[in-house]
């Protein structure tokens, strides 16, 4: 079975700090990585997405990262702000989209 | 870039009426739509796919008389909610594929049903 794994599930962090948010996967052979944000009672917006033949995608204050062999994507967020504070979304893309639970983020002004 | 849309964005309905949630590509054609349900404080879950001018694929534990999906053009799908429950509430988002193009989807920000 495809699984998408996100960890932490929640995090709170100081404004300011950087961090970083993980997620892995059990199937190698995927088209691409997407990572999403969810503000409370919202929808979807795309953040990055990072093609299979890709290592890295960056906009702004975020980059991601993509590592097929060990099946893991991260997502750094530099110079937090309260304005991030939202669900972060990581999605393994292909025939169907396979999303994660999310990471619930907090930016304590 | 490619723009999703979904109406209504929120619905309130009463116990055993049925919703009907239109998704629609506004500045592109899209031969398969999804139709995924988030529960609160949940991940996406994938509904169906919907194939235009064919009928959806569903997935395992989705009731396809309950969930009614119709892919009519290239533009536009529906899911109708029939027979509406309390337990059916849940936020509700389409996402559409450009047609041609292998794997990339766009979102539309969702409809909030609740069933009282």
């Known amino acids: 079975k495809q699984e998408v794994t996100q960890i932490p599930a929640a995090l709170s962090v100081p404004e300011g700090e950087n961090l970083v948010l993980n997620c892995s996967f059990t199937?190698?052979?995927?088209?691409?990585l997407q990572w999403f944000r969810q503000d409370p009672g919202k929808g979807l917006t795309s953040l990055l997405l990072i093609q299979s033949s890709q290592r890295e995608q960056t906009s702004g204050r975020l980059n991601a990262s993509l590592d097929k062999s060990s099946g893991r994507s991260t997502l750094y967020i530099a110079a937090s702000q309260p304005g991030d504070s939202a669900t972060y979304l990581c999605?393994?893309?292909?025939?169907?989209?396979?999303f994660g639970k999310g990471t619930r983020l907090h930016i304590l002004p | 870039g490619a723009v999703v849309s979904q109406h209504p964005s929120r619905v309130i309905c009463k116990s055993g009426t049925s919703v009907k949630i239109e998704c629609r590509s506004l500045d592109f054609q899209a031969t398969t739509m999804f139709w995924y349900r988030q529960f609160p404080k949940k991940s996406l879950m994938l509904m169906a796919t919907s194939n235009e001018g064919s009928k959806a694929t569903y997935e395992q534990g989705v009731e396809k008389d309950k969930f009614l999906i119709n892919h009519a053009s290239l533009t536009l799908s529906t899911l109708t909610v029939t027979s509406a429950h309390p337990e059916d509430s849940s936020f509700y988002i389409c996402?559409?594929?450009?047609?041609?193009?292998?794997?990339?989807?766009?979102f539309g920000p969702g409809t909030r049903l609740t069933v009282t």
């Open positions: 999605a393994r893309g292909g025939d169907k989209i396979i």
């Open positions: 199937d190698s052979a995927i088209y691409n």
């Open positions: 996402s559409a594929r450009l047609a041609g193009n292998s794997y990339e989807q766009y």
